[in-house]
């Protein structure tokens, strides 16, 4: 069974930190170039960032020097995991993980990371 699950939300202050992480587990994924997305009440879903198999990675410009992606491809369950430091209101969103591009029947619960002070 093909399966996504996103945990690591949570609420957090101005300037604080959280990391995500996604177990991805029942296909393929270890191939797969994976990515980070999130959706803001209002607004569409959108790629924070991205990891190829090899290790590159993307980041979008609101991000670039405060989230570092990463995956873990070593075990049974691959892992992808995004270190968000120097968060802002303005990251208040639900994050997803999914393949990149995405899939439809990939989609998961996501975790929501809520910054508030």
């Known amino acids: 069974q093909v399966q996504l699950v996103e945990s690591g939300g949570g609420l957090v202050q101005p300037g604080g930190s959280l990391r995500l992480s996604c177990a991805a587990s029942?296909?393929?994924?270890?191939?797969?170039?994976m990515g980070w997305f999130r959706q803001s009440p209002g607004k569409e879903r959108e790629l924070v960032a991205a990891v190829w198999y090899g290790g590159a990675t993307y980041y979008t410009d609101s991000v670039k020097g405060r989230f570092t992606i990463s995956r873990d491809n070593a075990k049974n369950t691959m892992w992808v995991y995004l270190q968000m430091d120097s968060l802002k209101p303005e990251d208040t969103a639900i994050y997803y993980c999914?393949?990149?591009?995405?899939?439809?029947?990939?989609w998961g619960q996501g975790t929501q990371v809520a910054v508030s002070s």
């Open positions: 999914n393949r990149h591009p995405p899939r439809d029947e990939f």
């Open positions: 029942g296909s393929n994924f270890r191939l797969s170039t």
